[in-house]
Structures are given as C-alpha cells and as structure tokens.
C-alpha cells in the first residue's frame, strides 16, 4: 500500500525540490503567483489531513459515560497464521500427527500450559488472557486478514489475493482509533511499521487502510528496517540541504500564501488547513517526533532482550511509539526477502516444527515477553493493550511436507495488560483442535474488546460516505476476560 498522500507530498516539499518554482510561466494572478505556485503551496495545507487531528466536519460519536481500562494498544500480527498446536493451545494427549513434536511446558500460572518454545512467555503468563475458541470461518489469507484486523467479514469469503476496495472498505482499528480522536497531537494516533502485509504476489490484503473513512484517517505506515545496523525513519529526518532553519523559512512563506489566498476564498476551513500544515511542520522539527524512533537510545541490554532482529525490534520500535503519544500501534511480523515461497512466515505449509524451532518461536518468545516486562516495569502495563493476533490457525494434521495448511475454523490469540484479567485460559477447542468446544469468540468481539478497553463502546458511531451511522464494531466484548 502506497503512503499517504500527504506524507509523499511532504518528502517532496521538504526535499531537494525547490518549494515554489518561480521560473513557472502559466497564467498569474493579481498578486504575481501562478496558480499552480498556490495549488502547490496549498497541497502542504492539507499534508497533514492524517497527523490525528480532529476533523470538526467529520461525524463521530462516542457514547458518554464510558470509561477508558486503556490509554494505549499495540497489536502484533504474526503474518502467515501461527499453529495454534504450536503456540497457545498443545494437545499432547492427541495422536503424533496431530500434537507434533513440541510439547507444553507450565507457566507460572497452576494449570496453564503453552508451546516448549514459549520459555520466557511462560514466565510472564499471570499477565495473559489466551482465547483458545476464535473462529473467522475463513481458509485465506487475505478475506480472513480482513476481517481479523476490521471484525467484519470479507464478501465474499475465502477470497484469496483479495485487493482494497468496495466493498470491502471497512476500516481498520487504527483507523477507527485515528478517525474517533480529538484534540491535537504531535505523532498520529495510529501508525503501522515495518511494512504493510502482503502477499507472495505481493497483493496487499484489505482491511489495513481507512476505507471509506478517508485518506486523513489512514495510520501512518513507516516502512523500516529497524533491526539494520543503520537504521533510521526517513519520516522523521530531513534532507541533508535543508537545515531547520530552511524549514522554518518555508513555514513563513506558506504563512504568507495562505493569509494571501484568505482573501480569495474567505471560507473557514484555511483555519483548519492552517493549524494541520503547523502540525506536520512542527513533527519534523521537534526533538520528541525524532527521539521516540531513536533505538540507540535504549540501553543495549534491552535492545538484546527484545532479540536483535526486524522483529524484536519493530516491537520495540513500537513501545517507544506508545510511550510518545501514539494511541496504536500495529507491528506487522516482519516478511524479509529471503522468506521461503512454500512457507513465508508463519504460513507454515512444510518443514513447520523445523521453522518453529529456528525462525519464528525464538523472536516472538523474546520480544512478547520483554514487550510485557518492559510495559510492567515502566508501570504502563496497566494503561496498555498487548494483543498477539493473526489471521487463522493451522490444519489439524501435518501434511506430507511436514507442515499445515490454512484453518480458519479454530485458533487461538492472546492479549494482556489494558484492563484485561491476566492468568486465564477463555474458551477451548476439541481434542484435535479442530473446532470450538466452548466459549466460540468471533474477530468482531476480538475488535468489540479491544474498543471497549480504549473507551470505545462497540456502538460508537462513524458515518460512511452516504453519512449513514454504523456501529465501529457489531461484536460484544468479552466479558470474561475484562478486569
């Protein structure tokens, strides 16, 4: 997925390119400006139609007198679609060809067992809520990424290589976050890192955008590499030849343009376009926007803790993001090059206890746990949502190649902290985790939980083009598992 508008327009503006190009020839108005120099000078007014600032236009309403469990929450999506035998859910009492090599070992919590691989998560595990029971019906990747990330359905489903658009536009939760936030902030409310999902074909699956909110609500998307020696956001650096102080230049200049085109057009939204384009200014000259994408500034110690890889790191990465104000976060399991075409990430088709063991347990035992020690420590933990999700589970049975298939029809996710009762184990799938046993969880409830804990009753409203009021989520929070 492309970055927003805005945001490409900025890395332009701020660039090598000259902001204004006076050698232009087209027709000119009274004041000596072309119109392209003001269409030109206006597109900054409007770069920062997705830097969270409130529309006053746009129409959202948050049923009063609901209380916030949690400030913050970072989602960590594990591409592919993690075995829940594997993982959350072991059933060592199951024939070989179900149960695999792995076994389960005890957390600190009597009675609660994971995956062998999950060491330092089971040390940690009197913070988990693990949801044994989560079903979206859905074999593909991409309708059923769809609906995981948005709660509502793909149509139709079993769709693979399905691409954005109508009419499957709903929004994704960071954009809904970022849609429903009020009051200016510094860094955007939601943002996604280090890279949107895709495909082997590189098709990018939907539900990861704003959809019919709009391009001012889509999270932000850094595209990174932060467990490279030399890493660095571009978002939030300037271009070698242009100082702060050139910057600031082109701040008064567009301040003039724009008290220029006022008298133009009288119309109030200059007001608004004026305070965004500040906004977005301010983002690239401001010490804390820079700071909070600064790993180097983490002890190394804790850098090591995470796992010194794109995806510890990116989840790292993503902490610091909380810490400096943004209200989402999505990390994305990491889809490198090297990814093996039969089994990219998680989507484990052959050689899976061999991959388990090597490329994918290790990372997510290191950076979940140190994501959860580091949140308590700093005492955010209380205050921040965690939510290990995916887009499906894994076949029953092994197939010939020593992997699993696609199962949509039970898995397991696991969330903890932000008002949520850790230490428990909700709902169960049969003996050969197959299918739900008890306690059936639905990706809308998953969605309708996670609203409620960031003070968003699933009747919240957002309107769609047509200015129809929809309900953010038709899913019913898990009560169970609410603190």
Sequence with gaps: MAEPLWLAMFKIEVGTRPMLSISDQGPRLCDGLSRRELLRAGSLATLAASCGLADPLSAAHVVSGHPARAKRCIVLFLLG????????????????????????????VPGMEICEL???????????????????????????????????????MQVENANP????????????????????????????L??????????????????????????????????????????FK??????????????????????????????????????????ALTLLGTAQAREACDLNREEVRTRDRYGRNQFGQSVLLGRRLLEAGVSFVQVNWFRGADEPDDAPCWDSHARETQRLKTVLMPPLDLALSALIRDLEQRG???????????????????????????????????????????????GSSDAQGAYPQEGRVQPCDITATIFDRLGYAPETEIQDPLGRPLPISRGTPIAAILA
């Design 165 to 192: 658009g109508a009419p499957n536009n709903w929004p994704t939760m960071g954009s809904v976050i970022q849609h429903l936030h009020s009051g200016p902030r510094l860094l955007p409310p939601a943002v996604r």
């Design 238 to 279: 300037l271009q070698a030849d242009v100082p702060l102080g050139r910057l600031d230049n082109r701040r008064s200049l567009l301040t003039q343009l724009e008290t220029q085109l006022r008298t133009i057009d009288r119309g109030p939204s200059f007001d608004t376009y004026g305070l965004q384009r500040e906004q």
């Design 81 to 108: 679609g993690p075995p829940q035998h594997s993982t959350w859910d072991p059933k060592p009492l199951a024939p070989s060809e179900i149960r695999g090599e792995l076994g389960p070992i005890p957390t600190v």
């Design 194 to 235: 280090p890279h949107h999902i895709f495909n082997t074909d590189q098709s990018v699956w939907p539900g990861q955008d704003s959809g019919f909110l709009g391009p001012s609500s889509d999270p932000w998307l850094f595209n990174c590499q932060p467990g490279s020696s030399n890493f660095e956001v571009p978002h």
């Design 118 to 156: 999950l060491p330092e998560t089971a040390q940690v595990a009197n913070h988990l809520a693990i949801l044994r029971a989560v079903a979206s019906g859905d074999n593909a990747h991409s309708s059923s990424g769809y609906q995981m990330m948005t709660g509502v359905p793909h149509v139709p």
């Design 380 to 426: 955010l933990l209380e205050e921040t949502l965690v939510a290990v999700l995916a887009e499906f589970g894994r076949t029953p049975r092994f197939n010939g190649r020593g992997g699993r298939d696609h199962w949509g029809q039970v898995f397991s996710v696991a969330l903890a902290g932000g008002g949520i009762r850790g230490g428990m184990v909700y």
